[in-house]
């Protein structure tokens, strides 16, 4: 009975409390090479990795006898866990929504994402507005709140979105100029996306001068009058700050290059450039930038700006130095990033360190998160996946994912659930059935 | 086998120079329908498979390809592509997939398919040789550009089973029409045919109102009605035929229904749930016609039918979504093997162009999810050739069959194996595409 109690106490703590031991496994650290051993774990902290460690009282032990562990994936192009539409179309600068405000914690894809390694994930706004809208870093922590799946401490980030897309609202069906219900809504060109966007630059500019100015007399002990606050302006000052990422949606060299010489002109860092199919085109422009690429492997031809994509361009970047990371921009294609790394094998010949850095720590730096994860490193948060075999091999599959060393996917566990679940689904909806009155005469019963 | 030697050798004579005589020695190979061979050599004559064994004499003047350390299959075939009919999803202009028109079995896909296109080369990269096109698209065009969402259509067009390579639609040719496409009435919004309703909610009408339930069945029963009128309609067209009634004139739609009614032709129907697997195999009965069921994203009661009438099916993408939000994460993973166990004859589509070339991993995600790999190979090679009336000509390396192999450095199902030689009926195809030669040009930007 005592002990019953004791144990009933003990599952009443954090998890993470406990040490977790994984051993026996393949572990791709991606930073400082794969090795044969173990991985330990300490208050959601990764404590200790090699082929010997010192085994921590009391752990839990997970055995993952040829099994791999690799970090949890990091796609950096994500809309899953967004209450409703992505975009807000209406205006051309949409810089005062924020994704954080629609954070949907129940979306089911946080849990499908889990199940394919995905721990971390860019959650952006989409791709309608030249200037879109603030982005939110996030951890796949299914069964927490909103508030429990932000990363916290990652800079926040904006999206700008070139080409086909912002145009679009530009051009309703129909054409601009016959009668219809829609009105066009400025730009409609890419010279007018690239007009906006200095716009809104040019505007925040001046406000950050109003606000420099407001600083300065302050720091004089003058007595000053702040500057009203805009709301519009506020992000956009931050990114002119350096304080805030710009990922920016893109497809062709001509408006990749845009976009970097306009960031030249008003002095800040264009962090990624999304999608970029036509990167490699400009390879050498963006590495001088040092801004970073985060592309698709190999979709093509789904539109016009996507007819010069090659499933290269991960590659052509990783020979250019520059930092590159291959994401998802979907929630079926976010399960297996692992196997979209090893596209970048297969076309242009990358190692698979290098491949597996496109989904972990590329990504990771890219959102500027890379001292906390996208490597397995002793002081980085426990963030893992385990898989069955190796998992550039597109017949692996992922066995366990932890973050912050507590275990939130588990594929055992999944499938062993499900047998009670289908019986819980059937009684529902037979309970469902006995209370709904019958369908009036007329109404043909279905068979 | 003496005699088979002379033919070879005359063969070679009259052909010592053409382009797709050619011996593949010492490769492993993997006739799909046999167990692989360790360092064999395949012959190659006027494009067909001439011979394969450990011992094959080179004849005099040969192209002989050093296959050491790599390994031959069969090329690939996709039974479910737009390929040549559709470039550029978004751009109206460049789909040729969805015709207007309610009944339209007169359409042929294959001549409107555009040889050069450039989905041909990279897909051939792949080893990919043979595909299924299919005119049953929704005539592509989004975002704006597009037309509205097309009326009603229960017939589409002919399929066509091309090569992958060819001059011309004519020369790509392996057999017009494969199967005619059929669109059969399903419960629920044309956008997801035969999905709306679960069955096990369908008793939850009072919920939703039951006038929507009624007018959705009353709409079916209709269209049901009106696609069995067609084809009872071209019946009675065949049987004035064959009575050489005078006075008959000639009908292109009865016309194109004729090879179908004579059991000699299959319609493709696409068929998501177990429901409208069951209806779409009741009317083929009815009917008395073959039919091939394309894109099942769920079995249930349906398997033991197929299995009983021996119904094929050709699954969609298995890197999709589950259907519904409390169905298994892996619900689309599993089903190649659930269908395998179930005992039905089936092969793999991936029904979208930019995704052809991902074929063998589709595959290889049902393998990591319970198929065995051999059944996964076979879905892509010998099982669709069986399935399109082809498994004489394709989807094996066997003597007499269509020299269409690939040669890889790997395990073909895995990403990173790469490929060494295509050849589709024995002429090797250049290994470049539209995306290579940008990668060779832009590795080496000055």
Same mark, same amino acid.
């Given at each position: 009975?005592?002990?019953?109690?004791?144990?009933?106490?003990?599952?009443?703590?954090?998890?993470?409390?406990?040490?977790?031991?994984?051993?026996?496994?393949?572990?791709?650290?991606?930073?400082?090479?794969?090795?044969?051993?173990?991985?330990?774990?300490?208050?959601?902290?990764?404590?200790?990795?090699?082929?010997?460690?010192?085994?921590?009282?009391?752990?839990?032990?997970?055995?993952?006898?040829?099994?791999?562990?690799?970090?949890?994936?990091?796609?950096?192009?994500?809309?899953?866990?967004?209450?409703?539409?992505?975009?807000?179309?209406?205006?051309?600068?949409?810089?005062?929504?924020?994704?954080?405000?629609?954070? =949907?914690?129940?979306?089911?894809?946080?849990?499908?994402?889990?199940?394919?390694?995905?721990?971390?994930?860019?959650?952006?706004?989409?791709?309608?507005?030249?200037?879109?809208?603030?982005?939110?870093?996030?951890?796949?922590?299914?069964?927490?709140?909103?508030?429990?799946?932000?990363?916290?401490?990652?800079?926040?980030?904006?999206?700008?979105?070139?080409?086909?897309?912002?145009?679009?609202?530009?051009?309703?069906?129909?054409?601009?100029?016959?009668?219809?219900?829609?009105?066009?809504?400025?730009?409609?060109t890419r010279m007018g996306v690239e007009d906006t966007i200095r716009e809104a630059l040019n505007e925040a500019k001046a406000y950050k001068a109003e606000?420099?100015?407001?600083?300065?007399?302050?720091?004089?002990?003058?007595?000053?009058?702040?500057?009203?606050?805009?709301?519009?302006?506020?992000?956009?000052?931050?990114?002119?700050?350096?304080?805030?990422?710009?990922?920016?949606?893109?497809?062709?060299?001509?408006?990749?290059?845009?976009?970097?010489?306009?960031?030249?002109?008003?002095?800040?860092?264009?962090?990624?450039?999304?999608?970029?199919?036509?990167?490699?085109?400009?390879?050498?422009?963006?590495?001088?930038?040092?801004?970073?690429?985060?592309?698709?492997?190999?979709?093509?031809?789904?539109?016009?700006?996507?007819?010069?994509?090659?499933?290269?361009?991960?590659?052509?970047?990783?020979?250019?130095?520059?930092?590159?990371?291959?994401?998802?921009?979907?929630?079926?294609?976010?399960?297996?990033?692992?196997?979209?790394?090893?596209?970048?094998?297969?076309?242009?010949?990358?190692?698979?360190?290098?491949?597996?850095?496109?989904?972990?720590?590329?990504?990771?730096?890219?959102?500027?998160?890379?001292?906390?994860?996208?490597?397995?490193?002793?002081?980085?948060?426990?963030?893992?996946?385990?898989?069955?075999?190796?998992?550039?091999?597109?017949?692996?599959?992922?066995?366990?994912?932890?973050?912050?060393?507590?275990?939130?996917?588990?594929?055992?566990?999944?499938?062993?659930?499900?047998?009670?679940?289908?019986?819980?689904?059937?009684?529902?909806?037979? =309970?469902?059935?006995?209370?709904?009155?019958?369908?009036?005469?007329?109404?043909?019963?279905?068979? | 086998?003496?005699?088979?030697?002379?033919?070879?050798?005359?063969?070679?004579?009259?052909?010592?120079?053409?382009?797709?005589?050619?011996?593949?020695?010492?490769?492993?190979?993997?006739?799909?329908?046999?167990?692989?061979?360790?360092?064999?050599?395949?012959?190659?004559?006027?494009?067909?498979?001439?011979?394969?064994?450990?011992?094959?004499?080179?004849?005099?003047?040969?192209?002989?390809?050093?296959?050491?350390?790599?390994?031959?299959?069969?090329?690939?075939?996709?039974?479910?592509?737009?390929?040549?009919?559709?470039?550029i999803e978004m751009i109206r202009e460049t789909v040729d997939t969805g015709e207007l028109g309610e009944f339209m079995p007169q359409l042929r896909a294959?001549?409107?398919?555009?040889?050069?296109?450039?989905?041909?080369?990279?897909?051939?990269?792949?080893?990919?040789?043979?595909?299924?096109?299919?005119?049953?698209?929704?005539?592509?065009?989004?975002?704006?550009?597009?037309?509205?969402?097309?009326?009603?259509?229960?017939?589409?067009?002919?399929?066509?089973?091309?090569?992958?390579?060819?001059?011309?639609?004519?020369?790509?040719?392996?057999?017009?029409?494969?199967?005619?496409?059929?669109?059969?009435?399903?419960?629920?919004?044309?956008?997801?045919?035969?999905?709306?309703?679960?069955?096990?909610?369908?008793?939850?009408?009072?919920?939703?109102?039951?006038?929507?339930?009624?007018?959705?069945?009353?709409?079916?029963?209709?269209?049901?009605?009106?696609?069995?009128?067609?084809?009872?309609?071209?019946?009675?067209?065949?049987?004035?035929?064959?009575?050489?009634?005078?006075?008959?004139?000639?009908?292109?739609?009865?016309?194109?229904?004729?090879?179908?009614?004579?059991?000699?032709?299959?319609?493709?129907?696409?068929?998501?749930?177990?429901?409208?697997?069951?209806?779409?195999?009741?009317?083929?009965?009815?009917?008395?016609?073959?039919?091939?069921?394309?894109?099942?994203?769920?079995?249930?009661?349906?398997?033991?039918?197929?299995?009983?009438?021996?119904?094929?099916?050709?699954?969609?993408?298995?890197?999709?979504?589950?259907?519904?939000?409390?169905?298994?994460?892996?619900?689309?993973?599993?089903?190649?093997?659930?269908?395998?166990?179930?005992?039905?004859?089936?092969?793999?589509?991936?029904?979208?162009?930019?995704?052809?070339?991902?074929?063998?991993?589709?595959?290889?995600?049902?393998?990591?999810?319970?198929?065995?790999?051999?059944?996964?190979?076979?879905?892509?090679?010998?099982?669709?050739?069986?399935?399109?009336?082809?498994?004489?000509?394709?989807?094996?390396?066997?003597?007499?069959?269509?020299?269409?192999?690939?040669?890889?450095?790997?395990?073909?199902?895995?990403?990173?194996?790469?490929?060494?030689?295509?050849?589709?009926?024995?002429?090797?195809?250049?290994?470049?595409?539209?995306?290579?030669?940008?990668?060779?040009?832009?590795?080496?930007?000055?």
């Open positions: 009975m005592r002990q019953s109690w004791i144990l009933a106490l003990a599952a009443l703590a954090p998890l993470n409390a406990q040490p977790i031991v994984i051993q026996n496994a393949t572990i791709m650290t991606v930073t400082s090479g794969t090795l044969q051993g173990s991985v330990v774990i300490k208050d959601g902290k990764i404590a200790d990795v090699g082929e010997k460690v010192m085994m921590p009282q009391h752990a839990t032990i997970i055995d993952a006898g040829g099994q791999y562990v690799i970090p949890g994936i990091i796609d950096c192009h994500s809309h899953i866990a967004v209450d409703g539409n992505v975009n807000e179309g209406t205006v051309a600068v949409s810089s005062m929504v924020n994704i954080k405000d629609v954070i =949907n914690p129940e979306d089911i894809a946080i849990y499908r994402a889990l199940a394919g390694g995905v721990t971390t994930a860019n959650i952006l706004h989409g791709s309608a507005n030249p200037i879109g809208g603030q982005t939110i870093v996030l951890k796949m922590r299914w069964g927490k709140d909103a508030q429990g799946l932000i990363f916290e401490g990652a800079l926040p980030g904006i999206k700008f979105a070139l080409g086909e897309n912002p145009k679009r609202p530009g051009n309703p069906p129909g054409g601009r100029f016959s009668a219809q219900t829609m009105p066009a809504r400025y730009p409609a606000w420099d100015e407001y600083g300065a007399k302050v720091a004089r002990g003058e007595h000053a009058i702040p500057p009203r606050k805009d709301l519009k302006l506020e992000p956009l000052k931050e990114v002119l700050e350096g304080k805030r990422y710009v990922h920016a949606h893109c497809y062709r060299e001509d408006e990749i290059l845009m976009l970097l010489r306009v960031a030249d002109d008003y002095g800040f860092k264009i962090r990624t450039l999304q999608h970029a199919l036509e990167a490699y085109k400009v390879a050498r422009e963006i590495g001088a930038s040092g801004t970073g690429v985060s592309t698709f492997s190999d979709w093509w031809a789904f539109k016009i700006e996507a007819y010069d994509a090659i499933p290269f361009n991960a590659a052509i970047m990783q020979k250019n130095g520059i930092v590159v990371s291959l994401n998802s921009d979907d929630e079926e294609l976010i399960r297996h990033l692992n196997t979209e790394a090893a596209k970048a094998m297969k076309y242009g010949g990358v190692s698979e360190t290098e491949a597996l850095a496109m989904v972990t720590i590329n990504p990771a730096k890219q959102l500027g998160i890379d001292s906390r994860v996208g490597s397995i490193e002793v002081g980085k948060d426990a963030d893992l996946a385990i898989y069955d075999r190796d998992p550039l091999s597109d017949y692996a599959k992922v066995q366990k994912v932890l973050i912050d060393g507590q275990v939130y996917f588990d594929r055992d566990s999944d499938v062993g659930a499900r047998p009670a679940k289908a019986l819980e689904k059937q009684k529902l909806i037979d =309970n469902e059935k006995k209370s709904q009155p019958k369908p009036p005469a007329g109404g043909r019963p279905v068979e | 086998m003496r005699l088979l030697g002379i033919l070879i050798a005359f063969a070679l004579a009259a052909s010592a120079a053409s382009n797709n005589t050619v011996l593949i020695r010492g490769a492993d190979v993997y006739p799909v329908v046999s167990a692989p061979v360790k360092a064999a050599s395949i012959l190659v004559v006027d494009g067909k498979i001439a011979e394969i064994g450990l011992k094959v004499i080179a004849p005099k003047g040969v192209r002989v390809v050093d296959g050491r350390g790599l390994r031959v299959y069969p090329g690939m075939i996709d039974s479910g592509t737009e390929l040549g009919l559709s470039e294959l001549a409107s398919v555009n040889s050069d296109s450039e989905h041909f080369a990279v897909v051939r990269l792949a080893g990919i040789t043979t595909v299924v096109t299919l005119p049953a698209g929704d005539g592509g065009g989004g975002g704006g550009g597009g037309r509205p969402a097309a009326a009603r259509q229960y017939i589409s067009g002919q399929a066509a089973l091309i090569h992958t390579f060819g001059w011309t639609w004519e020369d790509m040719t392996f057999s017009s029409p494969a199967a005619v496409y059929v669109r059969f009435p399903a419960l629920g919004p044309p956008s997801e045919r035969g999905g709306a309703i679960p069955e096990n909610i369908a008793g939850l009408a009072g919920m939703t109102g039951t006038a929507t339930l009624t007018q959705m069945m009353r709409t079916y029963q209709q269209e049901v009605t009106k696609l069995t009128e067609f084809f009872e309609e071209a019946r009675r067209y065949q049987k004035a035929k064959a009575a050489n009634l005078p006075g008959l004139v000639r009908d292109l739609k009865y016309e194109s229904m004729l090879p179908v009614l004579e059991g000699k032709l299959p319609v493709a129907v696409a068929a998501a749930t177990p429901r409208a697997i069951h209806d779409a195999i009741r009317f083929a009965g009815q009917q008395n016609v073959k039919i091939v069921i394309m894109q099942p994203r769920e079995f249930g009661s349906a398997a033991a039918e197929l299995k009983a009438k021996n119904i094929p099916v050709i699954l969609g993408r298995v890197l999709a979504l589950p259907r519904g939000q409390d169905e298994p994460y892996d619900q689309a993973f599993t089903l190649p093997a659930e269908v395998y166990k179930a005992g039905i004859k089936f092969a793999f589509g991936t029904f979208e162009n930019q995704f052809v070339r991902n074929l063998p991993y589709q595959a290889a995600t049902a393998v990591a999810f319970g198929l065995p790999p051999d059944e996964a190979l076979k879905a892509i090679t010998i099982n669709p050739a069986q399935i399109w009336g082809a498994g004489d000509q394709l989807g094996s390396i066997e003597q007499g069959k269509s020299a269409d192999l690939m040669v890889t450095t790997g395990d073909p199902l895995e990403i990173q194996t790469q490929m060494k030689h295509v050849f589709i009926r024995g002429r090797e195809i250049e290994l470049s595409s539209k995306q290579t030669r940008l990668y060779d040009r832009y590795l080496n930007r000055q």
